[in-house]
C-alpha cells in the first residue's frame, strides 16, 4: 500500500517468500493462500493498516490454458488478436475479491489460452489516475482503449 520505505519492505518480504513456495508454484490458488499465511504470520505485530494486492498466473501454452489467482489485484486484459478475422477483448470485472493480509483462501481460475492471444497486466494506477479535473480514467475507458487498438502490434497497443 503507497510507498515509500515500508511498501518496498514488504515488497521485499514478499519477493523472498516467493522462493519459499516452489512446491505451489503450479496452483495459483494455493500459491497465493500460503504466501498469505506466511506473510500474515510475519506482520502479526504490525498495529498500522497494511495491505498488498498480487496476480499470480500459470501459463501452460502446451495446453493452451492459463490458471490464475488473484488478490485484491484487477485482472489483466485477455485480447484475442485474430489476424484477417474479428479480435475481442476480454476482461472479467474490475472486482477484485479480498486482498492479502486478510484471512482467506485464494481460488484458482481458468480460462482458454491460444496462440496469439495478449495478456495485459497492470496495476490499478492505471486507471485509478485521476486527470486535470479529478477523474478516474476507469476501468471502462481502459477497456475501450484496448478494444480501440487490439490490432496494432504490441508496441503501439502498449503505447496507445
Given at each position: 500500500?503507497?510507498?515509500?520505505?515500508?511498501?518496498?519492505?514488504?515488497?521485499?518480504?514478499?519477493?523472498?517468500?516467493?522462493?519459499?513456495?516452489?512446491?505451489?508454484?503450479?496452483?495459483?490458488?494455493?500459491?497465493?493462500?500460503?504466501?498469505?499465511?506466511?506473510?500474515?504470520?510475519?506482520?502479526?505485530?504490525?498495529?498500522?493498516?497494511?495491505?498488498?494486492?498480487?496476480?499470480?498466473?500459470?501459463?501452460?501454452?502446451?495446453?493452451?490454458?492459463?490458471?490464475?489467482?488473484?488478490?485484491?489485484?484487477?485482472?489483466?486484459?485477455?485480447?484475442?488478436?485474430?489476424?484477417?478475422?474479428?479480435?475481442?477483448?476480454?476482461?472479467?470485472?474490475?472486482?477484485?475479491?479480498?486482498?492479502?493480509?486478510?484471512?482467506?483462501?485464494?481460488?484458482?481460475?481458468?480460462?482458454?489460452?491460444?496462440?496469439?492471444?495478449?495478456?495485459?497486466l497492470f496495476t490499478d494506477g492505471l486507471?485509478?489516475?485521476?486527470?486535470?479535473?479529478?477523474?478516474?480514467?476507469?476501468?471502462?475507458?481502459?477497456?475501450?482503449?484496448?478494444?480501440?487498438?487490439?490490432?496494432?502490434?504490441?508496441?503501439?497497443?502498449?503505447?496507445?
Amino acid at each position: 500500500m503507497g510507498h515509500g520505505v515500508r511498501s518496498a519492505l514488504v515488497t521485499a518480504m514478499l519477493r523472498a517468500l516467493v522462493g519459499d513456495l516452489g512446491k505451489h508454484a503450479n496452483d495459483p490458488g494455493r500459491f497465493l493462500s500460503e504466501m498469505n499465511r506466511k506473510l500474515a504470520a510475519i506482520l502479526k505485530q504490525i498495529e498500522e493498516p497494511l495491505y498488498a494486492t498480487a496476480f499470480y498466473m500459470v501459463a501452460d501454452v502446451a495446453a493452451g490454458q492459463m490458471r490464475y489467482a488473484k488478490a485484491g489485484h484487477p485482472a489483466p486484459l485477455h485480447l484475442r488478436f485474430r489476424r484477417g478475422s474479428s479480435s475481442r477483448c476480454r476482461s472479467q470485472p474490475c472486482r477484485r475479491g479480498p486482498r492479502l493480509f486478510e484471512k482467506h483462501d485464494f481460488i484458482t481460475s481458468q480460462r482458454p489460452l491460444t496462440a496469439g492471444d495478449r495478456l495485459l497486466l497492470f496495476t490499478d494506477g492505471l486507471f485509478e489516475v485521476p486527470n486535470a479535473a479529478d477523474e478516474d480514467y476507469g476501468t471502462d475507458r481502459l477497456l475501450a482503449a484496448a478494444r480501440q487498438r487490439i490490432d496494432l502490434p504490441l508496441a503501439e497497443l502498449l503505447d496507445g
